[in-house]
């Protein structure tokens, strides 16, 4: 499904996460990049950073071998000299093409590092291709996709979410279902006027129906935060599909209020497709908006 994957790791246990979740995402043909970030030397000039580079090399590629050889998978290793983690998978994925980061969300791992310092924010605002975060413990609870969800609200990212969710599910032989969080207008807030109730319902019976226009698609639909309502959804399907509208799927996640907040919440995978990256599919390289018009 998608030719080239970056799976970060980083030797605990938010890396093992992320390759279990790879492994779901990934078909036999497509390449796996195993990636581990270690940090370019910061000694005086007059020191020796040459030999303290090779080091971090050698450690590096130690940690790789070894997790690749506990996973059981055939993969391209590739340490990374960066000054920062995030722009270091981002600057990996460039340079490969790769369609796909995977990531774990341990505290203490890969994920956990990511989304820490400014310098990576901005690093990885253009992240050029799509990224799933492997919530912590993923790798102990193996399971089948048995549903895929996605998050829909009728706008153009989340009709590329829907697109690749549907081949993902056709993949997996899974049920598909999409989620539309239905809020209220700002203004309600600033005129400190309730929700009418049964426009609320009125609002969630339009959603459901919408959905189930689509096709093929178990519609649910509830009034309330978009995030909240998300990571409830989330937390009874096995990969949540959502589309990004930053620049770049990990910008969005940092900077966009819901998806920061889903990355941290959701109790299942997380897939964040972006805009404009291509996504490479059945050896095929097709453009998001393409997808949303198949």
Do not use: W
């Amino acid at each position: 499904m998608f030719d080239k994957v970056i799976v970060g790791t980083d030797g605990l246990s938010g890396g093992r996460d992320a390759l279990a979740l790879a492994r779901q995402l990934t078909d036999e043909g497509d390449r796996v990049i195993l990636a581990q970030v270690y940090m370019e030397s910061v000694l005086p000039s007059r020191g020796t950073p040459g030999v303290f580079q090779a080091g971090e090399y050698r450690h590096s590629l130690e940690l790789l071998e070894a997790a690749q050889a506990e996973a059981g998978i055939e993969a391209t290793l590739c340490p990374v000299a960066s000054s920062h983690v995030g722009r270091g998978l981002h600057e990996l994925a460039e340079r490969t093409g790769a369609a796909l980061i995977v990531v774990g969300s341990s505290s203490r791992g890969l994920l956990g590092r990511v989304f820490l310092g400014d310098d990576m924010r901005s690093a990885l605002s253009a992240a050029p291709c799509a990224v799933a975060i492997a919530p912590s413990g993923f790798a102990k609870r193996p399971s089948i996709m048995a549903e895929i969800g996605v998050g829909y609200d009728g706008s153009p990212e989340s009709r590329n979410a829907l697109a690749l969710a549907r081949e993902l599910a056709s993949r997996h032989g899974a049920r598909l279902s999409a989620f539309e969080a239905v809020s209220p207008p700002p203004r309600g807030f600033a005129d400190a006027r309730h929700p009418d109730r049964y426009q609320i319902e009125a609002d969630v019976q339009r959603a459901l129906a919408g959905i189930a226009a689509l096709g093929g698609i178990v519609p649910h639909a509830a009034y309330g935060d978009a995030a909240e309502e998300l990571a409830l959804y989330g937390a009874s399907v096995d990969l949540l599909v959502v589309g990004s509208r930053g620049y770049g799927p990990v910008g969005r996640l940092i900077h966009g209020h819901t998806s920061m907040r889903l990355a941290h919440s959701a109790r299942c995978p997380l897939l964040v497709l972006p805009r404009s990256a291509p996504a490479c599919m059945n050896g095929r390289t097709r453009s998001p908006l393409s997808l949303a018009r198949t």
